[in-house]
């Protein structure tokens, strides 16, 4: 065989890879590119680059919201927290009877007979740990009665406690505990 179409046969066989777009090509589709003249842009490498740009502006942006909600949650429980200790500071003053013996007023609910408040201790935060009857002396022997009445009934364990839930319909929901 000639040398020529030995030379000409092994160059079909040379790979390449476009530095524009990144393709596998033979060596005889290849445009060869003096350096007297300028490559044109490559549409593809352009758009890639373009992608990867609003890619890494993307993760820039979200890692920026990222920072911004921790800083705001962060500030936003201080806030919180400040905001409960001036209403409790407040709240002292208007109620020194549960405030000032660190009752939660959310805990209290008045029930005004036979005993005027059931103290619901935990109630709004972890849980009911016990439950605490507040009443005025009594100021009759009835009023007395009735609060003995009372005492000796939780005394013996001849109590049951049931949460009665309004529905929309105006019937209860009756659970017990």
Do not use: W
Not at 28 to 53: G, H, M, T, W
Not at 76 to 105: C, T
């Amino acid at each position: 065989m000639n040398i020529l179409i030995q030379t000409i046969d092994g160059i079909q066989e040379i790979l390449g890879i476009c530095p524009c777009c990144g393709e596998i090509f033979r060596l005889p589709e290849a445009k060869f590119i003096f350096p007297q003249k300028r490559p044109r842009d490559c549409e593809y490498l352009n758009l890639v680059s373009l992608e990867n740009k609003v890619r890494r502006d993307d993760e820039r942006l979200t890692a920026a919201e990222d920072r911004f909600q921790e800083k705001f949650d962060e500030l936003k429980g201080k806030l919180v927290d400040r905001g409960r200790k001036q209403a409790k500071r407040k709240l002292k003053k208007i109620d020194p009877v549960f405030s000032g013996k660190n009752i939660n007023p959310q805990d209290v609910k008045v029930i005004f007979d036979p005993v005027e408040y059931l103290i619901f201790h935990g109630l709004n935060s972890d849980g009911v740990s016990h439950v605490e009857f507040v009443s005025r002396m009594p100021e009759s022997k009835v009023q007395e009665t009735i609060l003995k009445t009372i005492e000796k009934t939780i005394e013996s364990g001849n109590v049951e406690f049931e949460t009665l839930q309004l529905k929309d319909d105006g019937s209860f929901n009756i659970k017990k505990a």
